[in-house]
């Protein structure tokens, strides 16, 4: 999982995870040993997941 991340560094991902309450929407900024950082779409915030919860993830296209 952590190869294919490296992949879409800088993109707009949506992140499922395995809790399944609600994926995450962000720019992909990092991706370390065990865990990736994302920066909010709308709100610039910091989300840091690990990577063994993350259950798939698609690419958004953004319009512009």
Excluded at 11 to 31: D, H
Aim: proline share 2%.
């Amino acid at each position: 999982m952590k190869d294919i991340l490296k992949d879409f560094l800088g993109k707009t991902l949506r992140v499922y995870t395995i809790s399944g309450v609600e994926p995450y929407l962000g720019v992909l900024e990092e991706v370390k040993d065990d865990y990736v950082v994302f920066k909010g779409y709308s709100k610039k915030d910091k989300t840091y997941l690990a990577i063994q919860h993350i259950e798939s993830f698609k690419e958004e296209v953004t319009r512009g």
